[in-house]
């Protein structure tokens, strides 16, 4: 499986989640709404997820495997960080 197609939406600078991202497979299956958040260790991925009856919350979507987390999680941060050395700076 290959990714085709990362999209990459900046949410905000200043709160914890920086993007949301849609990531295509082999041309033909999509995967919305994963989350690019800034943690205490740095940037991760955070798969999308719904609320459950009791308050918790379950991932939609997941890699199954370490292996494709670790490639789908490599692949999106350097998009992410691709997209933000295209952004314009903000002036003061």
Do not use: C, N, W
């Amino acid at each position: 499986m290959q990714i085709t197609d990362i999209r990459v939406r900046v949410v905000s600078k200043e709160s914890k989640m920086k993007a949301v991202v849609s990531v295509t497979f082999d041309d033909a299956f999509v995967v919305h709404d994963i989350k690019v958040i800034e943690g205490e260790k740095g940037l991760f991925i955070a798969m999308p997820s719904k609320k459950t009856p009791d308050g918790e919350y379950r991932d939609i979507a997941h890699p199954i495997h370490g292996d494709m987390r670790a490639m789908l999680q490599e692949a999106i941060l350097e998009r992410f960080q691709q997209l933000l050395l295209e952004l314009p700076e903000e002036q003061d």
